[in-house]
């Protein structure tokens, strides 16, 4: 079956460092992938997303590049800041039926002043 | 937009008892929402997909006799925890479907609700 494998963290980075979480996957077709993330006390919120090898999702100077030859889709961000402290899932989508989402384990991730 | 709410958002409750859970999609409609688990420091676990007017879709391994899902309109999913036990505490999430329109096409996004804690004693 589908299967999201992540980064175990957690991860302490200083403000200003470069962030890279790692996330592979095992799919069969030509699933959608996706970024979550979750702040203390909130729900997940999409954080970036790519529906096609090779298409980079972008947002909040967060970028993740579909690889379908590593079938990786990393997370990236050059400069932390303190409020991208959050725990980050890796997820995929079969894209049939439901469209069910399949997450990594989650990544948490503090950044220090 | 595109706001998912749960009531309530923590419910301690004695072993034996049931306990309802509600996801409501407060700006638009959802014909389906999803129902996941979430252990400590551990993943999402996808419990049941629940469709508008027609019976829940249920993992493998989920009890339904356990979990009971009733999404009897386009706003609201409900799931009902039956005869609660200690191992059925879990932070338990929904999402509402919407179908986004974006400049390259339209796509289904699932947004999430804040999350319950059930702690069962």
């Known amino acids: 079956g589908n299967s999201v494998t992540q980064m175990e963290g957690p991860v302490t980075l200083s403000e200003e460092a470069f962030l890279t979480i790692n996330c592979t996957y095992t799919a069969t077709g030509y699933p959608s992938l996706f970024w979550y993330v979750q702040y203390p006390g909130e729900g997940l919120q999409l954080l970036l997303k790519?529906?096609?090898?090779?298409d980079k999702g972008s947002n909040k100077g967060f970028e993740a590049t579909y690889r379908k030859e590593t079938t990786s889709f990393h997370l990236e961000k050059g400069s932390v800041q303190v409020s991208d402290s959050a725990v980050y899932f890796c997820a995929l989508s079969d894209n049939q039926g439901a469209q069910k989402l399949v997450f990594g384990q989650g990544t948490r991730l503090t950044i220090n002043p | 937009g595109a706001v998912v709410s749960q009531h309530p958002s923590r419910v301690i409750c004695k072993s034996g008892t049931s306990v309802k859970i509600e996801c409501r999609s407060l700006d638009f409609q959802a014909t389906t929402m999803f129902w996941y688990r979430q252990f400590p420091k551990q993943s999402l676990m996808l419990m049941a997909t629940?469709?508008?007017?027609?019976?829940?879709?249920?993992e493998q391994g989920v009890e339904k006799d356990k979990f009971l899902i009733n999404h009897a309109s386009l706003t609201l999913s409900t799931l009902t925890v039956t005869s609660a036990h200690p191992e059925d505490s879990s932070f338990y999430i929904c999402?509402?479907?919407?179908?986004?329109?974006?400049?390259?096409?339209?796509?289904?996004?699932?947004?999430f609700g804040p999350g319950t804690r059930l702690t069962v004693l």
């Open positions: 999402s509402a479907r919407m179908l986004v329109v974006g400049t390259s096409g339209g796509y289904n996004e699932q947004f």
């Open positions: 629940s469709n508008e007017g027609s019976k829940a879709t249920y």
């Open positions: 790519a529906t096609k090898a090779d």
